[in-house]
């Protein structure tokens, strides 16, 4: 099989509770929130620290959700490579790198503002990952 194009998504772990969530929550399934897409494969290693500097709450597709900034360092603990077959023999292969933020009470800050502005759109989002 060939490809038609080849997404490496960077995307982090993400407590985030939503109506949504209980069947990822019987499967056992962590959420996650996409934090960028690239049309290559990086070749993370797993265990590799990494950097996010001045990543915008859902400046992700154009939408904005919040003019504040995060930076923080990461760790990869996973990856998974999924093939999404199209008509024919052309499909889109999907490596997604799974990050853990180091300060965790960063993300319960992104977390806590998607919560208290009501930011449906970013729900939605989220409860899609």
């Known amino acids: ?6 997404v490496c998504q960077i995307e982090l772990l993400f407590p985030l509770k939503l109506d949504c969530d209980e069947k990822q929550d019987a499967n056992g399934e962590s959420r996650f929130i996409t934090l960028c897409k690239f049309n290559y494969d990086p070749c993370i290693p ?21 003019d504040k900034t995060y930076s923080f360092n990461g760790k990869v603990v996973g990856m998974k490579r999924e093939i999404y077959p199209d008509i024919g023999e052309q499909g889109t292969f999907l490596i997604r790198y799974f990050i853990e933020a180091a300060d965790r009470s960063l993300v319960i800050e992104m977390r806590n503002r998607i919560e208290n502005n009501n930011l449906d759109e970013m729900n939605q989002r989220l409860g899609k990952i």
Not at 46 to 62: A, C, D, F, R
């Open 1 to 6: 099989m060939s490809f038609s194009q080849t």
């Open 46 to 66: 797993i265990g590799e620290e990494i950097n996010v500097p001045e990543w915008k709450l859902g400046s992700y597709e154009g939408i904005e959700y919040s």
